[in-house]
């Protein structure tokens, strides 16, 4: 990876009157902003359908699209839909944020009529789009069908345990019954695909990689653990034993439960870490650069007993470690990772880092943390990191400076030499932008300077989180110049295309 920079920047965050960021116009018109602006990568959470909390990280399939991210004006344009169809829905009152409640009402709605009239007349792209995602499209169609059928509950909550065990028997009885939602959440994949495929090569023509994000673990109400139980800790009834979770530490005393499944590491090692290759696979066909979130639960992750209310009675228990990253490099040679290494900087960790050559990260906002700064001010950075002022899960520049003890933001102001007249965000920003950080990477509320309101997820809790949405009109092109001129001053822009756009 080049000396370069990108902006972090979800789709859901995209301006649309749908109610939420798409893959349509918007879309393009960042990827325009982002070469405008100098910057090499876009930056994007999980594109993945969303559950229960509506955290990107807890997908119902770690190789399906979000239905939500399917652009209803391009669906007009090739006559899959009329206008009045969508324009009279109430997609939310507010641009600011996203309204999930309201867009789950109608979205599917909206899209079984466009496979109505799809379904046929695409049926030699639909079949072909079959045969190509045949390893997970079919369960995935399927389990989104019966979750349907019982209510959208939980997979482990179905009445029937000859399904929700994958009975053979059970499974053509299902297939036959629920074949029309069968076909609607196939057909909507193809759509999504179709869409994402021209997007994507737009994005790449003009330089510009996407970075793409995937957590370490998946849901347990996914199809990913309902089709392939086999490869987690799960008991004779498929319910997880243990799950997972971080420890207790300074920042939260119970720790935080996340609940994932465990995988069974000696089952997928033995399968020649089968699964993942085949996970690594599909995100590689959606994206550059693949950021591996929480890298450190490969070295050791923290394991809590199935029914413990929080994170305080897990212990360690010792990952694949290098042997998954090497299998990996060694299937995936044109793909890029960034090691998620942020917490528990434990000796295996570092180890596995090193080893991996994966570049780790850096967050500005922890290094002027007085409880622990741990190497993040970045006169103490390598080369081979990515600085980012704050991740999704940290507040935008100008809340956390609301935030943050008094004393925290007098030593990044003195630091950083900030001044009244550069202004604090892009004092902040000038500090990553110049460190020797290969990658550079800011939320896009960072640039727009915004604080309250607008912050992207505040981890352990519920509700008000993955809503925030830029407005239009706030992409202009004094905003894109401003970023240009700092990626040109610190040398993350290729010099043949700044001088190209100079002439």
Same mark, same amino acid.
């Given at each position: 990876?080049?000396?370069?920079?990108?902006?972090?920047?979800?789709?859901?965050?995209?301006?649309? =009157?749908?109610?939420?960021?798409?893959?349509?116009?918007?879309?393009?018109?960042?990827?325009?902003?982002?070469?405008?602006?100098?910057?090499?990568?876009?930056?994007?959470? =999980?594109?993945?359908?969303?559950?229960?909390?509506?955290?990107?990280?807890?997908?119902?399939?770690?190789?399906?699209?979000?239905?939500?991210?399917?652009?209803?004006?391009?669906?007009?344009?090739?006559?899959?839909?009329?206008?009045?169809?969508?324009?009279?829905?109430?997609?939310?009152?507010?641009?600011?944020?996203?309204?999930?409640?309201?867009?789950?009402?109608?979205?599917?709605?909206?899209?079984?009529?466009?496979?109505?009239?799809?379904?046929?007349?695409?049926?030699?792209?639909?079949?072909?789009?079959?045969?190509?995602?045949?390893?997970?499209?079919?369960?995935?169609?399927?389990?989104?069908?019966?979750?349907?059928?019982?209510?959208? +509950?939980?997979?482990?909550?179905?009445?029937?345990?000859?399904?929700?065990?994958?009975?053979?028997?059970?499974? @053509?009885?299902? +297939?036959?019954?629920?074949?029309?939602?069968?076909?609607?959440?196939?057909?909507?994949?193809?759509?999504?695909?179709?869409?994402?495929?021209?997007?994507?090569?737009?994005?790449?023509?003009?330089?510009?990689?996407?970075?793409?994000?995937?957590?370490?673990?998946?849901?347990?109400?996914?199809? $990913?653990? !309902?089709?392939?139980?086999?490869?987690?800790?799960?008991?004779?009834?498929?319910? =997880?034993?243990?799950?997972?979770?971080?420890?207790?530490?300074?920042?939260?005393?119970?720790?935080?439960? !996340?609940?994932?499944?465990?995988?069974?590491?000696?089952?997928?090692?033995? $399968?020649?870490?089968?699964?993942?290759?085949?996970?690594?696979?599909?995100?590689?066909?959606?994206?550059?650069?693949?950021?591996?979130?929480?890298?450190?639960?490969?070295?050791?992750? /923290?394991?809590?007993?199935?029914?413990?209310?929080?994170?305080?009675?897990?212990? /360690?228990?010792?990952?694949?470690?290098?042997?998954?990253?090497?299998?990996?490099?060694? /299937?995936?040679?044109?793909?890029?990772?960034?090691?998620?290494?942020?917490?528990?900087?434990?000796?295996?960790?570092?180890?596995?880092?090193?080893?991996?050559?994966?570049?780790?990260?850096?967050?500005?906002?922890?290094?002027?943390?007085?409880?622990?700064?741990?190497?993040?001010?970045?006169?103490?950075?390598?080369?081979?990191?990515?600085?980012?002022?704050?991740?999704?899960?940290?507040?935008?520049?100008?809340?956390?400076?609301?935030?943050?003890?008094?004393?925290?933001?007098?030593?990044?102001?003195?630091?950083?030499?900030?001044?009244?007249?550069?202004?604090?965000? !892009?004092?902040?920003?000038?500090?990553?932008?110049?460190?020797?950080?290969?990658?550079?990477?800011?939320?896009?509320?960072?640039?727009?300077?915004?604080?309250?309101?607008?912050?992207?997820?505040?981890?352990?809790?519920?509700?008000?989180? !993955?809503?925030?949405?830029?407005?239009?009109?706030?992409?202009?092109?004094?905003?894109?110049?401003?970023?240009?001129?700092? @990626?040109?001053?610190?040398?993350?822009?290729?010099?043949?295309?700044?001088?190209?756009?100079?002439?």
């Amino acid at each position: 990876m080049k000396r370069s920079s990108g902006i972090l920047m979800p789709i859901f965050s995209l301006p649309s =009157p749908y109610g939420i960021g798409t893959m349509g116009k918007a879309a393009y018109e960042f990827a325009d902003f982002l070469y405008r602006a100098g910057q090499r990568y876009w930056q994007m959470l =999980p594109i993945g359908p969303t559950s229960y909390g509506d955290s990107p990280y807890q997908s119902f399939s770690t190789f399906a699209g979000n239905p939500y991210f399917i652009d209803l004006d391009m669906l007009v344009e090739d006559g899959l839909l009329r206008k009045d169809e969508i324009a009279g829905i109430n997609w939310g009152t507010e641009p600011r944020h996203v309204d999930y409640g309201r867009i789950y009402g109608s979205r599917f709605d909206v899209l079984s009529k466009a496979k109505e009239r799809g379904w046929e007349r695409d049926k030699q792209k639909v079949n072909a789009f079959i045969g190509q995602n045949s390893r997970w499209l079919a369960d995935y169609a399927l389990f989104m069908a019966l979750k349907r059928h019982f209510g959208m +509950r939980s997979w482990t909550e179905w009445e029937d345990e000859d399904i929700r065990l994958r009975k053979p028997a059970a499974i @053509v009885k299902y +297939r036959e019954l629920l074949r029309e939602d069968i076909e609607l959440f196939t057909y909507i994949q193809y759509l999504f695909f179709e869409q994402w495929t021209k997007l994507k090569a737009y994005i790449n023509d003009l330089g510009i990689g996407i970075i793409g994000d995937i957590p370490i673990y998946v849901a347990m109400d996914s199809a $990913d653990v !309902w089709a392939e139980p086999e490869f987690f800790q799960l008991d004779e009834k498929n319910l =997880p034993t243990e799950v997972s979770g971080v420890p207790p530490d300074d920042f939260s005393a119970e720790g935080q439960l !996340w609940g994932n499944p465990l995988y069974d590491w000696d089952k997928i090692q033995a $399968d020649g870490f089968g699964w993942w290759i085949r996970r690594i696979d599909g995100a590689g066909k959606m994206y550059d650069v693949i950021r591996i979130d929480h890298f450190r639960g490969l070295a050791s992750y /923290w394991a809590v007993p199935y029914g413990e209310t929080t994170a305080k009675n897990g212990k /360690w228990r010792s990952g694949p470690g290098i042997a998954l990253v090497n299998a990996l490099k060694g /299937w995936f040679h044109n793909l890029e990772f960034i090691a998620e290494d942020l917490g528990y900087a434990t000796p295996d960790v570092e180890k596995l880092l090193k080893e991996s050559g994966f570049p780790g990260m850096k967050v500005l906002e922890f290094a002027f943390d007085s409880r622990d700064s741990s190497g993040y001010l970045p006169h103490a950075y390598s080369e081979n990191c990515t600085c980012y002022t704050g991740t999704h899960d940290n507040s935008p520049i100008a809340l956390w400076r609301e935030e943050a003890a008094p004393e925290d933001i007098a030593y990044c102001e003195k630091y950083l030499g900030l001044n009244k007249e550069e202004g604090f965000n !892009w004092g902040m920003i000038r500090g990553g932008m110049g460190s020797v950080a290969r990658l550079f990477v800011a939320q896009m509320q960072d640039y727009l300077e915004l604080g309250a309101g607008c912050r992207m997820n505040k981890p352990s809790t519920l509700g008000g989180n !993955w809503q925030w949405r830029l407005l239009s009109g706030e992409l202009t092109d004094s905003l894109a110049d401003r970023i240009y001129d700092a @990626v040109r001053i610190y040398g993350r822009i290729d010099r043949a295309k700044d001088e190209s756009k100079s002439e």
